[in-house]
């Protein structure tokens, strides 16, 4: 038998966490199940998840009703081998061996469900490919 090869661990980072990187972390966890480690962090935290967003993922069979915002620590960038950051430019802290991927998406943050639910669509695409790259 083959050793089993430690879990993969991505972080997504956005301003607020409470749109985007809660959207991808949580369809992460729904597709990849225990096989990769999930994390999300703001720079910047929201008191709440976005309440748009938390309808856009339940349309989509995922509850995130859940969720609080976490800040953003050093700890959980080096604890993570795949940084994806969304809109939070310099704010998010760089470490030598790390994947770093930065997903250009709109903010869902003051926008209705219809205004989110593409913007969930788009990174429900993009965590699959994700998901297919990490193995």
């Not at 609080?68 to 969304?86: E, G």
């Not at 430019?89 to 209705?112: E, M």
């Not at 593409?118 to 990174?123: A, G, L, Q, S, T």
Request: glycine share 8%.
């Amino acid at each position: 038998m083959s050793e089993s090869k430690p879990r993969a661990s991505v972080l997504f980072v956005c301003v607020h966490n409470a749109g985007r990187s809660q959207m991808a972390a949580a369809f992460l966890t729904h597709l990849a199940g225990d096989r990769i480690e999930v994390r999300s962090a703001g720079s910047a935290p929201a008191d709440t998840v976005n309440p748009a967003v938390v309808e856009a993922m339940n349309e989509s069979g995922i509850d995130i009703s859940g969720e609080i915002p976490k800040v953003l620590t050093t700890d959980a960038v080096q604890a993570s081998d795949v940084v994806i950051t969304m809109g939070c430019g310099d704010t998010c802290p760089v470490f030598p061996g790390k994947r770093y991927l930065d997903w250009s998406l709109d903010d869902p943050a003051g926008q209705g469900v219809d205004a989110v639910r593409p913007i969930r669509d788009e990174i429900e695409r993009r965590v699959r490919k994700l998901i297919d790259e990490i193995g």
